[in-house]
């Protein structure tokens, strides 16, 4: 809420206009019928006293005047009338997506980082977080608290399910997320960068729930092509201890997939290649799905006249009363 001063009848403030004019022609006045007197000072201390009755007059005419003109305080108040877009973000996180040909870390770092900052450009949706491998997580509901949903992010890890890419369970587990959204716009916005290869739900049927129920997919298909160093996970069997290696593997990514599934729900296919543009990609997502933002501004003014209109009035009564008692008063 903020405030706002007002004037109800500004046009009554040209009457101050008067003010210089009236303060210019008294002492104009004045120069003009001077009459020769002693320079001695002590008179001269008593000089301000001759004005003093004039500039009170000159203050009550204006307190008077801008009282006339109706000044008012108002508190404004804005309501949003945002209807948001609910987007589920499906963030593949199978062994593939530590290759790293994404620096400064590897793909997963990387897309993490540029998912936190598309959740922060979103403030007036719901967003949600499924994960997927070989099966699929919903890391977090549809919601709008961001703090959590940013930790919720942070925390996603490699290796943390089955191995293996089900692309058709993670749209399917996503669109149930969905499904009791009402939202006037519900969005899916899938990141892999492999080949359906496990799950029991097939990708393209899948698509046909997500289009049945009117959510829009944009599809992101993540790496560079060619071999990549990808680290690899091994367990020592004598000792247990985890051993990390790299080996160079060929990563294929199914762009055609990826095409049909988002045609066929009227959303886009996208080619990221390295971290600047995945954040491209990101962010013209954001230019597609603008949430329609609608403000109503309300504005309550209250008065302000009375003390400027009690000041007026009693710069000039007093003196008036101050003469009529120095005159009942005289002997």
């Not at 508190?75 to 997506?97: H, P, R």
């Not at 996503?174 to 899938?190: D, G, H, Y």
């Not at 600047?276 to 006249?305: C, G, H, N, W």
Request: glycine share 8%.
């Amino acid at each position: 809420m903020s405030t706002l001063p007002h004037f109800a009848h500004p046009w009554w403030l040209l009457a101050l206009l008067m003010v210089p004019v009236l303060v210019w022609h008294r002492h104009r006045h004045q120069s003009q019928g001077a009459l020769p007197y002693s320079r001695l000072p002590g008179p001269a201390r008593g000089a301000w006293r001759i004005h003093t009755p004039f500039y009170l007059r000159l203050l009550a005419f204006a307190l008077l005047v801008t009282a006339l003109a109706r000044p008012q305080i108002g508190f404004a108040w804005e309501e949003s009338l945002t209807e948001g877009i609910d987007i589920e973000i499906v963030l593949d996180i199978s062994g593939s997506m530590g290759a790293e040909d994404f620096q400064p870390r590897n793909r997963l770092a990387v897309a993490k980082e540029v998912v936190k900052d598309f959740v922060r450009q979103r403030p007036a949706d719901r967003l949600g977080l499924v994960v997927f491998s070989g099966s699929a997580l919903t890391r977090s509901p549809l919601t709008s608290d961001r703090s959590m949903l940013e930790f919720l992010i942070d925390s996603v890890q490699l290796n943390t399910l089955p191995d293996g890419t089900a692309i058709g369970v993670a749209l399917a587990s996503a669109a149930a997320r969905l499904q009791n959204s009402e939202a006037e716009s519900r969005v899916m916005i899938l990141v892999t960068d492999g080949v359906n290869n496990s799950g029991a739900i097939d990708p393209l049927s899948a698509t046909a729930i997500c289009k049945g129920l009117g959510i829009r997919v944009y599809t992101i298909g993540v790496g560079t092509r060619g071999r990549v160093p990808v680290p690899l996970i091994q367990i020592d069997p004598r000792t247990g201890r985890r051993r990390v290696t790299r080996q160079m593997m060929e990563v294929e990514v199914d762009e055609e997939l990826l095409r049909k599934i988002a045609e066929r729900t009227s959303g886009q296919y996208f080619e990221a290649t390295n971290p600047e543009s995945l954040r491209r990609v990101f962010d013209e997502i954001d230019q597609m799905e603008k949430t329609p933002l609608e403000i109503k501004r309300y504005v309550r003014y209250e008065e302000a006249f009375g003390p400027l209109a009690a000041g007026g009035l009693a710069l000039v009564l007093v003196p008036l009363l101050a003469a009529l008692l120095g005159q009942t008063v005289e002997p």
